[in-house]
């Protein structure tokens, strides 16, 4: 099974920053990497699918990237709903798995 | 906008069965993969198996023995069953479809259900 690894665990900014969350795994996932965003009591929404598409409805300001081990999540400006839990997720190899998750937290 | 609404019993005593129903409203139920996911509290995302319109499923193996997944496509709905449930599997547990149809995008988890909290305990 790929084990995915966030970092950091906590990320403090503040709204206008921009938040960069990382995501590696244990062994090459090609571009099979999503992100989703959590808030508390909802269900996960898909941000970004295949490493740097993103879904339908995500504004621009959510943006991925990466290949093989290393993605990157980018926030270019983190608005006030931003503030949540983002999990990236791989589907290379079955079955499908999630990271620990990277919380984004209001300085 | 398609839908997803489920339901079944939150609460649960070590050892019985956990059933969950997930139905499908506005949209299409054949050419997908049905999934189901968990979250212990406060943990992160575990993915359970899948299951198609035609019945073919995929498990994870670290729960394989315990799960089996039904559909019924005249009510556009799919279901999971885990037996023998102890406090380990107190979650929310969700259902999930593929972002499409195509089955070039299997495993990426676009609609979601609202979540059933799950409790084991005596």
């Known amino acids: 099974e790929i084990v995915l690894t966030q970092s950091p665990a906590t990320l403090s900014l503040s709204p206008g920053e921009r938040a960069t969350l990382s995501c590696r795994a244990s062994?090459?996932?090609?571009?099979?990497l999503a992100w989703y965003q959590q808030k508390p009591g909802q269900a996960p929404r898909l941000l970004i699918y295949?490493?740097?598409n993103r879904a339908t409805g995500i504004p621009a300001r959510f943006s991925g990237s990466g290949s093989g081990t290393d993605f990157t999540l980018t926030i270019s400006s983190l608005e006030p709903e931003d503030f949540a839990v983002y999990y990236c997720?791989?589907?290379?190899?079955?079955?499908?798995?999630f990271g620990p998750g990277t919380k984004v937290e209001i300085k | 906008q398609v839908q997803l609404q489920q339901w079944g019993a939150g609460l649960l005593k070590p050892s019985e069965t956990l059933s969950l129903t997930c139905a499908v409203y506005?949209?299409?139920?054949?050419?997908?993969?049905w999934s189901w996911i968990r979250q212990p509290p406060g943990k992160g995302l575990e993915w359970i198996a899948e299951?198609?319109?035609?019945?073919?499923?995929n498990y994870n193996p670290s729960l394989r023995s315990r799960v089996t997944l039904s559909v019924d496509t005249s009510k556009k709905q799919f279901s999971l069953r885990l037996s023998s449930v102890t406090a380990a599997d107190t979650a929310v547990y969700y259902c999930?479809?593929?972002?499409?149809?195509?089955?070039?995008?299997?495993?990426?988890?676009?609609?979601w259900g609202q979540g059933t909290v799950v409790t084991v305990s005596s």
């Open positions: 999930a479809r593929d972002l499409d149809d195509s089955g070039a995008y299997r495993g990426i988890f676009h609609i």
């Open positions: 506005d949209g299409s139920f054949t050419g997908y993969y």
């Open positions: 299951i198609n319109h035609g019945g073919s499923t």
């Open positions: 062994q090459s996932v090609n571009i099979h």
């Open positions: 295949d490493a740097a």
């Open positions: 997720q791989q589907r290379s190899y079955w079955p499908p798995s």
